[in-house]
């Protein structure tokens, strides 16, 4: 897995290693240890959800603080994705 910082202190980019034969692909889309030796944070990893979009469709807007704070991990399986980041943190 291949980690990026991006221009946000608390934001990644993660691209995974893909492996290829003649039955097809595999790869490994998270690792909690991996991805915490790489960024110093902990990560608890509870839910996974996919939905599939057209184009031209606007999934909704994100944010919570405090309790119902969450992390979001994006996945692109075909196609791509604009997703704009808003950082609010009064720094």
Do not use: C, W
Request: charged share 30%.
């Amino acid at each position: 897995m291949i980690v990026s910082e991006t221009g946000f202190s608390g934001l990644y980019e993660l691209e995974p290693a893909i492996y290829r034969d003649n039955r097809g692909y595999f790869f490994e889309s998270f690792d909690e240890k991996k991805l915490t030796d790489v960024t110093g944070h902990r990560f608890n990893f509870v839910q996974d959800n996919q939905s599939l979009s057209y184009r031209g469709v606007l999934r909704g807007l994100h944010f919570q603080k405090g309790e119902h704070a969450q992390t979001k991990l994006v996945r692109v399986l075909a196609g791509e994705v604009l997703d704009d980041v808003v950082d609010l943190r009064p720094k």
